[in-house]
């Protein structure tokens, strides 16, 4: 093993790119994960979105390990340091999932309790599940299973043929090419549900205008790292392309509540000074003899 591992050149470019979004990744979903939380409420996520997201980001993460097995089986001959730039793009992809889980996880905490029931349509007087809290709770146990069968997989190719074996990277590949399938779709439901509502809802703008360009850096982050192909980023670029749709889509929303309100106020200004003048008019009029 010893003899394999050879360290690939460094680029202190790269590897301080590479710092840079992780802590960024990180730092960029504190927003949405602060806004759902203050609102108390995840009303505005689409399940299916969630769902598309969180199995993609999933399949990233076990392709990019698999890629990069011989780096962490050479972490003992490089040294801890040596091992963590090496590495770096998996730690990257992790990140980024693991942010986008626990936002996942908050949709879950913080479903509206209004929106779990509907009145039952058969029966007087009864509620029913909702369709979309039906829809969640599908969608969380299909990602539970998704998961675990998934990482089942990964072990078992694994363990039965090595982790240099060229089973190891077909599946690898083929985790990498349905990421990339399920990113093209990713977006969608969630377009489709903020551009009906009209409304920004739980979505955080400031958590998207740093993720749309950062997904292109990161794109480019993991395309540099050794033992990455062309299946571990192109996902990337896809999902900062449709999350840029999403963010210019949350922006007219928001541009469009902004004026309503404003309009709203200007409204009450006015009638509070033409009661004002009407009053004046009044007292003027009962002083005079």
């Not at 093993?1 to 680029?11: G, K, L, W």
């Not at 990482?151 to 363990?159: D, P």
């Not at 006015?270 to 003048?277: D, G, K, V």
Request: charged share 10%; hydrophobic share 45%; aromatic share 12%.
């Amino acid at each position: 093993m010893a003899e394999q591992c050879v360290q690939p050149p460094h680029h202190a470019y790269h590897t301080c790119l590479g710092v840079v979004l992780c802590l960024g990744t990180f730092v960029s979903y504190l927003p949405q994960c602060v806004k759902i939380v203050s609102r108390r409420s995840s009303e505005g996520y689409s399940p299916y979105f969630l769902l598309l997201g969180t199995v993609s980001g999933f399949g990233k993460v076990n392709n990019i390990i698999l890629l990069q097995l011989g780096a962490f089986l050479c972490c003992p001959t490089w040294g801890v340091g040596s091992c963590l730039i090496n590495t770096l793009g998996t730690w990257q992809i992790f990140i980024q999932w693991s942010a986008f889980f626990a936002v996942f996880v908050l949709y879950y905490l913080y479903f509206p309790g209004h929106l779990k029931d509907v009145p039952s349509v058969a029966a007087n007087n009864l509620i029913q599940v909702s369709p979309e809290w039906a829809a969640a709770r599908v969608v969380g146990l299909v990602v539970v299973c998704l998961m675990t069968v998934t990482t089942a997989v990964s072990v078992a190719v694994v363990t039965s043929y090595g982790p240099q074996a060229w089973v190891v990277r077909s599946w690898a590949g083929a985790l990498g090419i349905a990421s990339l399938a399920i990113a093209c779709l990713q977006y969608v439901p969630q377009i489709w549900k903020t551009w009906h509502r009209r409304s920004v809802g739980a979505l955080s703008i400031p958590a998207m205008l740093l993720q749309t360009p950062g997904g292109y850096l990161f794109a480019y982050s993991i395309y540099v790292r050794p033992g990455a192909n062309w299946t571990s980023w192109i996902s990337y670029v896809l999902a900062a392309s449709l999350q840029g749709v999403l963010l210019v889509l949350c922006i007219a929303w928001n541009y469009r509540d902004r004026r309503r309100e404003t309009a709203v106020l200007d409204g009450h200004r006015s009638a509070e000074q033409r009661s004002a003048a009407t009053e004046r008019s009044t007292l003027l009029t009962s002083d005079r003899p």
